[in-house]
């Protein structure tokens, strides 16, 4: 059992995004943390006093499309844009950015990031493997048919085979890999101290 980070219950509450994907294993995995979340699927659920959002890996098509019918796509693109924090994995990298190299769509757009969709392709589709998360340090990190990132603006935090797989712009951070799905925390600590400015 890894040692909690933060030490102790924190102020904040988060909403995750539970449309569709791993939003479960983020919940949990911010629990243990002692944060405080709340399950969005509709509108009405995208509420006043949310310290921060994130985003699920799952399928970036289908999130998308639900995002639109549920007019929450323009109100939480404003939330982003406006300073609320966000921490995309998977396929909430592929949301956040503006632009992707293999399909024509942009959802949110506000990660300067050219991001390439499931481009491990079908060999390699899923894997593990240990990397260098700056601010974070070494950690065991798991990709599901991932994407990665082919150029940005933001601040790269890590990179597997020269192709960056987590980045962070302002109080946005984004990752290729799944941190919610190990027992290490410190990805989700690191996006805490995001929210509460520490970093």
Same mark, same amino acid.
């Given at each position: 059992?890894?040692?909690?980070?933060?030490?102790?219950?924190?102020?904040?509450?988060?909403?995750?995004?539970?449309?569709?994907? *791993?939003?479960?294993?983020?919940?949990?995995?911010?629990?243990?943390? $002692? %944060?405080?979340?709340?399950?969005?699927? /509709?509108? +009405?659920?995208?509420?006043?006093?949310?310290?921060?959002?994130?985003?699920?890996?799952?399928?970036?098509?289908?999130?998308?499309?639900?995002?639109?019918?549920?007019?929450?796509?323009?109100?939480?693109?404003?939330?982003?844009?406006?300073?609320?924090?966000?921490?995309?994995?998977?396929?909430?990298?592929?949301?956040? *950015?503006?632009?992707?190299?293999?399909?024509?769509?942009?959802?949110? $757009? %506000?990660?300067?990031?050219?991001?390439? /969709?499931? +481009?491990?392709?079908?060999?390699?589709?899923?894997?593990?493997?240990?990397?260098?998360?700056?601010?974070?340090?070494?950690?065991?990190?798991?990709?599901?048919?991932?994407?990665?990132?082919?150029?940005?603006?933001?601040?790269?935090?890590?990179?597997?085979?020269?192709?960056?797989?987590?980045?962070?712009?302002?109080?946005?951070?984004?990752?290729?890999?799944?941190?919610?799905?190990?027992?290490?925390?410190?990805?989700?600590?690191?996006?805490?101290?995001?929210?509460?400015?520490?970093?």
């Amino acid at each position: 059992m890894l040692r909690n980070p933060l030490r102790g219950v924190l102020n904040m509450k988060l909403g995750i995004f539970a449309l569709q994907g *791993a939003f479960l294993e983020h919940r949990l995995a911010f629990e243990k943390l $002692g %944060v405080r979340t709340v399950e969005i699927r /509709r509108r +009405a659920h995208f509420t006043d006093g949310l310290d921060g959002i994130v985003l699920p890996g799952g399928e970036s098509t289908v999130q998308g499309k639900l995002l639109r019918e549920e007019g929450l796509l323009y109100p939480v693109k404003e939330a982003i844009e406006s300073g609320l924090p966000v921490f995309g994995t998977c396929a909430g990298l592929i949301l956040l *950015a503006d632009r992707l190299s293999n399909d024509g769509n942009v959802y949110f $757009g %506000v990660l300067r990031a050219t991001v390439k /969709r499931n +481009a491990y392709g079908r060999q390699l589709g899923s894997f593990r493997t240990d990397l260098t998360v700056r601010g974070v340090g070494e950690f065991p990190a798991v990709f599901i048919r991932a994407p990665y990132i082919e150029e940005t603006g933001a601040e790269v935090l890590a990179s597997v085979g020269g192709k960056a797989v987590a980045v962070r712009q302002d109080k946005i951070l984004a990752t290729a890999f799944h941190p919610e799905l190990t027992d290490d925390l410190r990805v989700h600590s690191y996006f805490c101290d995001i929210v509460r400015g520490k970093v």
